[in-house]
């Protein structure tokens, strides 16, 4: 932590006795230092143990090779992706890199952009700011767009133009659960294979032999380093499936 830095501490008390596995998992680590490491997570993987998936989790893969993350909350995972989302995870190795690295993300410091396929042509970069409710459909949950929800602000850039559907990179300003699918679907312009957000109008494609998942990708972290002080920029590569949908769609637009 650099000398005399000025940091909120909010107090971490663990009352749930459950304990978890640790368990083998393979992890893509593409950097890793003494305080923190980053995570390219792969697709179908659950980020954090839970009623529906208490086995092989990133959590529970994290206890494994570092048993010492046990005494940190959610096991140092900074943010979250969900399952079917691939791409870059930060993770804490120690508790006052959790604190300031948390810090960061509170204050819209560490700077997250993922990739992406929509349907329908998004024609200007824009930025979406409206608040977002968890709403629950038949023990499933579900974020919306309602008043009382909160604030939550998406920025598209767009990188390309296909038949019918667009290429856009997007940053996070707020990190709501489920905020890109969530902004997208709401301005009719849901992401190719999302399951839960899909366009209603939408019917089964070609594109669905393509790629089976929401095609959404973290492929871009920033932040500085809380010992270092440089600035560490890191990147990640469109997996397969969602190469292999633009690869596609490049194919029948020319």
Not at 208 to 214: A, K, V
């Given at each position: 932590?650099?000398?005399?830095?000025?940091?909120?501490?909010?107090?971490?008390?663990?009352?749930?006795?459950?304990?978890?596995?640790?368990?083998?998992?393979?992890?893509?680590?593409?950097?890793?230092?003494?305080?923190?490491?980053?995570?390219?997570?792969?697709?179908?993987i659950?980020?954090?143990?839970?009623?529906?998936?208490?086995?092989?989790?990133?959590?529970?893969?994290?206890?494994?090779?570092?048993?010492?993350?046990?005494?940190?909350?959610?096991?140092?995972?900074?943010?979250?992706?969900?399952?079917?989302?691939?791409?870059?995870?930060?993770?804490?190795?120690d508790?006052?890199?959790?604190i300031?690295?948390?810090?960061?993300?509170?204050?819209?410091?560490?700077?997250?952009?993922?990739?992406?396929?929509?349907?329908?042509?998004?024609?200007?970069?824009?930025?979406?700011?409206?608040?977002?409710?968890?709403?629950?459909?038949?023990?499933?949950?579900?974020?919306?767009?309602?008043?009382?929800?909160?604030?939550?602000?998406?920025?598209?850039?767009?990188?390309?133009?296909?038949?019918?559907?667009?290429?856009?990179?997007?940053?996070?300003?707020?990190?709501?659960?489920?905020?890109?699918?969530?902004?997208?679907?709401?301005?009719?312009?849901?992401?190719?294979?999302?399951?839960?957000?899909?366009?209603?109008?939408?019917?089964?494609?070609?594109?669905?032999?393509?790629?089976?998942?929401?095609?959404?990708?973290a492929?871009?972290?920033?932040?500085?380093?809380?010992?270092?002080?440089?600035?560490?920029?890191?990147?990640?590569?469109?997996p397969?499936?969602?190469?292999?949908?633009?690869?596609f769609?490049?194919?029948?637009?020319?």
């Amino acid at each position: 932590m650099l000398l005399y830095d000025k940091i909120e501490i909010n107090a971490y008390i663990n009352n749930n006795n459950t304990i978890w596995k640790a368990q083998y998992l393979p992890l893509k680590i593409i950097y890793e230092d003494a305080y923190l490491l980053v995570i390219d997570k792969s697709i179908n993987i659950v980020v954090h143990p839970g009623n529906k998936n208490r086995d092989n989790t990133i959590f529970n893969a994290l206890l494994y090779n570092y048993h010492f993350l046990r005494d940190l909350p959610r096991a140092g995972i900074i943010h979250r992706l969900d399952k079917d989302t691939t791409g870059l995870m930060l993770v804490a190795k120690d508790m006052l890199t959790y604190i300031y690295l948390k810090n960061l993300l509170k204050k819209h410091k560490i700077i997250r952009e993922y990739e992406t396929i929509v349907y329908g042509i998004i024609k200007n970069d824009q930025i979406i700011n409206l608040p977002i409710k968890k709403v629950y459909f038949n023990n499933i949950i579900k974020m919306i767009i309602h008043s009382t929800g909160k604030e939550s602000i998406t920025k598209l850039f767009v990188k390309k133009h296909f038949v019918k559907y667009t290429y856009l990179r997007v940053q996070l300003y707020t990190g709501r659960t489920h905020q890109i699918r969530t902004h997208l679907s709401y301005i009719k312009h849901g992401i190719i294979g999302d399951p839960l957000y899909k366009q209603l109008n939408i019917s089964n494609n070609m594109l669905f032999d393509l790629i089976n998942r929401q095609a959404l990708h973290a492929c871009y972290l920033k932040f500085r380093h809380p010992v270092f002080n440089n600035i560490l920029t890191l990147y990640s590569k469109l997996p397969k499936d969602i190469q292999n949908v633009l690869d596609f769609l490049k194919k029948i637009s020319y």
